[in-house]
């Protein structure tokens, strides 16, 4: 599916106009990644601290546990710093 994302202008106000569907969604942003953050399930205390600090919505919570969406996972690693417990770890993307 193809989405027609061509940014406008709005001259007039100065400011870029989105479109409606110039989302998340349909923008794969994994390809930006440098860093895969992995989660070891065995440390997890289940805190959802990873959950409410990823600023991009790539982590989900699936049956009692986090997902990572790789498809918009920036690798930020937003979620390693603020695991309490240092159950996120990172690998080099391609590995």
Same mark, same amino acid.
């Given at each position: 599916?193809?989405?027609?994302?061509?940014?406008?202008?709005?001259?007039?106000?100065?400011?870029?106009?989105?479109?409606?569907?110039?989302?998340?969604?349909?923008?794969?942003?994994? +390809? %930006?990644?440098?860093? *895969? @953050?992995? /989660? &070891?399930?065995?440390? #997890?205390?289940? $805190?959802?601290? =990873?959950?409410?600090? !990823?600023?991009?919505?790539?982590? +989900? %919570?699936?049956?009692? *546990? @986090?997902? /990572? &969406?790789?498809?918009? #996972?920036?690798? $930020?690693?937003? =979620?390693?710093?603020? !695991?309490?417990?240092?159950?996120?770890?990172?690998?080099?993307?391609?590995?």
């Amino acid at each position: 599916m193809t989405k027609d994302l061509k940014q406008k202008y709005d001259f007039e106000k100065g400011i870029p106009i989105m479109p409606a569907n110039a989302s998340a969604k349909y923008n794969k942003t994994s +390809s %930006w990644r440098l860093w *895969k @953050p992995i /989660i &070891d399930h065995s440390k #997890c205390i289940k $805190c959802k601290t =990873c959950f409410a600090y !990823c600023p991009h919505g790539a982590i +989900s %919570w699936i049956n009692g *546990k @986090p997902k /990572i &969406d790789y498809t918009f #996972c920036k690798g $930020c690693l937003i =979620c390693a710093e603020v !695991c309490p417990v240092k159950c996120i770890g990172k690998e080099k993307e391609g590995n």
